[in-house]
């Protein structure tokens, strides 16, 4: 008989596995040291709860009671949720690129008892399929390969712990920039990173928009990007934007209630994955325009919303229906039949740092559209989290759910993506206690308060955080978020240490834009003269959207009222100082230098051109 011991998890993806006839462990040292103990190695196979593929593999294979004893007997096998561990996730890619290059979930990956991975893969079927074996018989070669030839197991393991931990050790100091009076690594140019759009135009699919071929994701990031250069001035990004944006919002890809898939299976946009990920939704939130943006918002207020006003991770692709479990059915119904049917479940995971995008994504688009309601569910969200997962202006809890919080460490992710969030709610409502914690969250991230987990570490295979195309980088976010302060308190040193943070991936990525696009798009606001505007006024005085329009890169846009003002310069924030005078009135700086007040909308437009 095997131990239940998944059945209380906080992660819903651990839950949903916690009756498998498998003997599944959480991750961490003890699960290691019983494989030692036991000399044998450990499965851990990681995936989430909205996975398509992990629910095949998980009825195909981790059902299978057979396959059950065989792991029990044989292996000490280990379950991860990606989502509340996402430091083991990019350590386990990264040793499964030494035998794959077609990563994804599930990872099924196998390790010695000290943590390092000698074999790796993907879904593995019940019955094999061309040169891809089946489950059984891949089980069955690592355990002959394991009990014969066990000098090649530990030296395949010690050679890609190696490459992983010289990989880290490498970009640990590009990122951490040079010794304290060397010279930090260079930003590319304004012309290099708006060169990139070139690069785009060529690979730009002419015929059904976006990038690239089937699978066709919306690359939330990379859009963002486009924005950004298109607000520099550049019409070829504006188009680029423009086209891709067009293609999500009219195909497949989104949904008739507004929310969008995680990608397209073909390159027309159609036959969608259909699990819809809060951190896509929340990301082209940011870019979007207004209709498409507000259907977003709809769909994040509708199906990921929780009482509480933060947001869960994802909604599943599948459901029931008609007594069968089946992906996609539920999504093609009419939205005036779906009522009938159970909606697919969700994976109800509150996570700081994807809640922190979401926060951007709302006031983001709130700020350009005009969208009070928008701004509304920014605030519930950010207030919901900070509540649970925040004290005394430190991130304590990555993940939560109705089981409570999960022992899960907060990551970089977390603290970055949480900062640049309130930063930018702080901003367009005018209260200074999200910028005050915003700011106490920059100095944690700076100062790398982010332990490695135990087993990565005696391993030497903890990789920090890797480039996405996805997701926003919380690196690159806490690089955002450092230099809006810079902008808000005029302290130079934290611009510098934007500067650190993604100046390497910047340089990369006008190689490789597609996984750190989030990198050019800061590095070319650092790039540009700091333009700080505030506006001193009631909430419907129209210079606020004639300062909102004239957002760009490098230029950061405060609305506040007189006593609002005042909050932020005894808050020390050195912008306001003096600002709580006679409203409406707004102020044009670069630098902190500021021209005379603008005290009409058309006066403040003049000095905007």
């Known amino acids: 008989m095997k131990d239940n011991r998944l059945g209380t998890a906080v992660s819903p993806y651990l839950r949903l596995h916690a009756d498998n006839p498998v003997d599944w462990r959480e991750w961490g040292p003890a699960a290691f040291a019983e494989a030692r103990e036991r000399d044998v190695p450990v499965l851990v196979s990681v995936g989430y709860a909205t996975c398509h593929w992990c629910h095949v593999m998980a009825r195909e294979s981790f059902s299978d009671p057979e396959i059950g004893e065989l792991l029990r007997r044989d292996f000490v096998a280990v379950k991860v949720d990606r989502e509340e561990r996402p430091d ?59 009990t014969q030839r066990r000098h090649e197991v530990d030296a395949n393991a010690g050679a890609i712990a190696a490459a992983i931990a010289q990989g ?10 040079a010794p304290s009076g060397g010279a930090a690594p260079g930003l590319p140019s304004a012309d290099a990173i708006r060169s990139v759009t070139a690069q785009l135009v060529s690979a730009e699919d002419t015929t059904y928009g976006g990038f690239g071929g089937a699978p066709k994701f919306p ?14 001035g550049d019409d070829v990004a504006r188009g680029l934007l423009e086209r891709s944006l067009r293609a999500i919002r009219t195909t497949e890809l989104t949904d008739a209630d507004g929310g969008v898939f995680r990608y397209a299976t073909k390159r027309d946009w159609s036959v969608p994955h259909y699990e819809r990920m809060l951190y896509d939704n929340a990301g082209l939130l940011a870019v979007a325009e207004a209709g498409q943006a507000r259907g977003i918002a709809d769909f994040l207020r509708d199906t990921l919303r929780r009482p509480d006003g933060a947001f ?55 700020a350009r559209h005009g969208d009070d309601e928008m701004t509304t569910l920014a605030r519930s969200a950010a207030d919901a989290v900070l509540a649970a997962h925040v004290r005394d202006g430190h991130v304590v809890v990555r993940s939560s759910t109705a089981h409570g919080s999960s022992s899960a460490p907060p990551t970089i992710e977390d603290v970055g993506l949480l900062a640049e969030g309130l930063l930018e709610l702080a901003l367009l409502t005018g209260e200074v206690r999200y910028a005050e914690t915003a700011r106490s969250l920059v100095d ?22 890797q480039p996405q195309t996805a997701l926003r980088s919380g690196t690159v976010a806490l690089a955002g978020a450092a230099a809006t302060l810079a902008a808000l308190t005029g302290d130079r040193a934290l611009r510098d240490a934007a500067t650190r943070l993604v ?107």
């Not at 991230?445 to 955080?465: K, M, N, W």
Request: hydrophobic letters at 45%; one cysteine or more; a negative charge.
């Open 168 to 177: 880290a050790q490498a970009d640990a100091t590009a990122q951490g920039g």
């Open 444 to 465: 944690d991230g700076l100062a790398g308060r982010f332990d490695a987990d135990p087993v990565l570490r005696a391993a030497g295979t903890a990789t920090g955080e």
């Open 88 to 146: 083991v996730d990019a350590s386990l890619m990264a040793s499964a690129s030494a035998f794959t290059q077609q990563l994804g979930w599930p990872l099924t990956a196998f390790a010695t008892p000290e943590g390092r991975v000698f074999f790796a893969g993907t879904y593995y079927p019940p019955t094999q399929v061309g040169q891809v074996g089946s489950f059984r018989q891949v089980l069955a070669a690592v355990l002959d390969a394991w």
């Open 503 to 609: 100046a390497d991936r910047a340089q990369t990525g006008t190689e490789r834009p597609l996984g750190h696009a989030d990198a050019l798009g800061v590095a070319l606001a650092l790039q540009r003269p700091s333009r700080e505007v505030v506006v001193v006024s009631e909430a419907d005085d129209p210079m606020r959207r004639t300062a909102l329009a004239a957002r760009r890169p490098g230029t950061v846009v405060a609305t506040v009222t007189p006593e609002q003002a005042l909050a932020w310069a005894g808050a020390g924030f050195s912008l306001f100082a003096g600002r709580d005078g006679s409203a409406p009135v707004a102020y044009v700086c670069h630098d902190h230098v500021c021209a005379l007040p603008a005290r009409s909308d058309a006066a403040l437009a003049e000095q905007l051109r």
């Open 312 to 366: 869960v991770a994802a909604q599943d692709s599948e459901s029931t229906i008609d007594g069968r479990r089946v992906e996609g059915d539920w999504y093609r119904l009419p939205l005036d039949e779906r009522g009938r049917f159970d909606r697919p479940p969700l994976d109800d995971q509150v996570l700081t740092g994807w809640n922190g995008l979401a926060v951007r994504g709302l006031a983001r688009a709130a």
């Open 219 to 232: 690359s939330a990031p990379l859009l963002e990007f486009l924005g950004e250069v298109a607000a520099d």
